[in-house]
């Protein structure tokens, strides 16, 4: 059963898949040209606080926890190469839903499909 805290959690990160939030979280600077495949959407929705992508390697498997709409996963995707292997988890259905919408988009830009997305808590 979930917990009230992981429910408001759900819920703000629902309806931030649907209208933009800008102060849902903090802004980062990003390697511009790992955006250029990325659509829109997946971006303007993304709410996240960190980019690791410059210490990812070819051929390595990342793992990201609380993905959302998936933009550090498809970043991680050109970073580690075709024969790398992205897993993005998230628990709001809705962050998934526009994430693994814009996969096969992604996947094609790049000449190769290294991303899946999970629901998890």
């Known amino acids: 059963m979930a917990s009230h805290l992981e429910t408001k959690v759900k819920e703000r990160y629902a309806s931030a898949a649907h209208q933009t939030e800008a102060a849902l979280c903090c802004p980062v600077q990003y390697d511009k040209s790992l955006l250029e495949v990325i659509p829109a959407e997946v971006i303007e929705k993304d709410y996240g606080c960190g980019d690791p992508s410059q210490y990812l390697r070819e051929g390595e498997t990342v793992l990201d926890l609380g993905s959302g709409t998936g933009k550090i996963c498809f970043m991680a995707a050109q970073k580690v190469g075709p024969h790398g292997k992205v897993i993005g988890v998230d628990m709001t259905d809705d962050m ?3 994430a693994r919408r814009h996969a ?7 000449g ?3 991303v899946v997305f999970k629901k998890g808590r």
């Open 96 to 98: 998934l839903e526009v």
């Open 104 to 110: 096969p988009t992604v996947a094609e830009r790049i």
């Open 112 to 114: 190769y499909q290294n």
